[in-house]
Nanobody, 123 residues
Framework: QVQLVESGGGLVQAGDSLRLSCAAS????????VGWFRQAPGKEREFVAA????????YDADSVKGRFTISRDNVKNTVYLQVKSLKPEDTAVYFC????????????????WGQGTQVTVSS
């Protein structure tokens, strides 16, 4: 059972950048595909980005393309989400999720989840 802990969120101004981290323990994260999702109050959980086990292929949602970048460091057992040019509509709890199978754009495709980190973007 892999344990996931997100960090790096906070209160920022529009246009600022953050780097969110998803640190794993219990298992080697290199064996997992990893996705980032976000959920705003009253909204469904939304796919943000995902990365394959090797890190050679990444995917991101159209809503964040060009601003958000997912990467992984298997030595540190951590996956990152670099978020740039933040907008108020990016305000949400950001979750990382892992699965042993394959990359998915749907939350049901992931078995393991962190508790989330809050990103709040003020205008």
């Amino acid at each position: 059972q892999v344990q996931l802990v997100e960090s790096g969120g906070g209160l920022v101004q529009a246009g600022d950048s953050l780097r969110l981290s998803c640190a794993a323990s219990g298992r080697t994260l290199s064996s997992y595909v990893v996705g980032w999702f976000r959920q705003a109050p009253g909204k469904e959980r939304e796919f943000v980005a995902a990365i394959t086990w090797s890190g050679s292929t990444t995917y991101d949602a159209d809503s964040v393309k060009g601003r958000f970048t997912i990467s992984r460091d298997n030595v540190k057992n951590t996956v990152y989400l670099q978020v740039k040019s933040l907008k108020p509509e990016d305000t949400a709890v950001y979750f990382c999720a892992a699965d042993l199978r394959r990359v998915s754009r749907y939350s049901t495709g992931y078995d393991y989840w962190g508790q989330g980190t809050q990103v709040t973007v003020s205008s």
